[in-house]
């Protein structure tokens, strides 16, 4: 059974930073794409940052490129977001996936299986 589990939001003001962390366990880490995804009130869900499973190839949502940087370390089965620079449109329940669609460094896709995406975790960022 795939469990997948964010941790790492909260409040923060506008120009602080954060760091998200998640695991995936019933599974071989190491040998799936991952990403973190958000949605905001109102809006649809949306890929954020996204990594390949030997974590040659990364993508980055242009409003975030340059201030959030996606890593993993496949010995600990965990994936990471850290979030510098954060701003209010900032604001919105971030998601962790695995077993993506697909990634590139110009566009990624989550998993079409429910199972694969954790519960979110939710980042406020006060003006």
């Known amino acids: 059974q795939v469990q997948v589990v964010e941790s790492g939001g909260g409040l923060v003001q506008a120009g602080g930073s954060l760091t998200l962390s998640c695991t995936a366990s019933?599974?071989?880490?190491?040998?799936?794409?991952m990403g973190w995804f958000r949605q905001a009130p109102g809006k649809e869900r949306e890929g954020v940052s996204c990594?390949?499973?030997?974590?040659?190839?990364?993508y980055h949502a242009d409003t975030v490129q340059g201030r959030f940087t996606i890593s993993r370390d496949n010995s600990k089965n965990t994936l990471y977001l850290q979030m510098n620079s954060l701003k209010p449109e900032d604001t919105a329940i971030y998601y962790c996936?695995?077993?993506?669609?697909?990634?590139?460094?110009?566009?990624?896709?989550?998993?079409?299986?429910?199972?694969?995406w954790g519960r979110g975790t939710q980042i406020t960022v006060s003006s």
């Open positions: 996936a695995t077993r993506l669609s697909s990634v590139s460094t110009v566009a990624c896709r989550g998993p079409s299986d429910p199972t694969s």
């Open positions: 019933g599974l071989t880490f190491g040998a799936y794409a």
């Open positions: 990594i390949g499973a030997a974590s040659g190839i990364t």
